[in-house]
């Protein structure tokens, strides 16, 4: 029953803005640990950003500055801003749900985003 639905990629131009939504269902995401990952053409799967159920972020290196990740807990919504977008951030965009008590993460289908002139 647990359910992650990303929304919000498409075509944009370098330097351009784009946000991003994770809309969750089927599970307390108020406590959960949620993250955006995201996947380019022939490589692995990264990490972007995290955020915790107090709020703490973390982002990596290659984003921080220009995306900005924020929950919105009455809403169930996971967010990522992001800004200054360049050709390197062409990807396939990932919602991801940590709990302590599931075996797994649990993955939204993603959202495909294409920083292009």
């Known amino acids: 029953q647990v359910q992650l639905v990303e929304s919000g990629g498409g075509l944009v131009q370098p330097g351009g803005s784009l946000r991003l939504s994770c809309l969750a269902s089927g599970f307390t995401f108020s406590t959960s640990v949620m993250s955006w990952y995201r996947q380019a053409p022939g490589k692995e799967r990264e990490l972007v950003a995290t955020?915790?159920?107090?709020?703490?972020?973390n982002y990596a290196d290659s984003v921080k500055g220009r995306f900005t990740i924020s929950r919105d807990n009455f809403k169930k919504t996971l967010y990522l801003q992001m800004n200054s977008l360049k050709p390197e951030d062409t990807a396939v965009y990932y919602c991801?749900?940590?709990?302590?008590?599931?075996?797994?993460?649990?993955w939204g289908p993603g959202t495909q985003v294409t920083v292009s002139s």
């Open positions: 991801q749900a940590i709990r302590a008590a599931w075996g797994r993460p649990y």
């Open positions: 955020i915790t159920n107090t709020g703490s972020t």
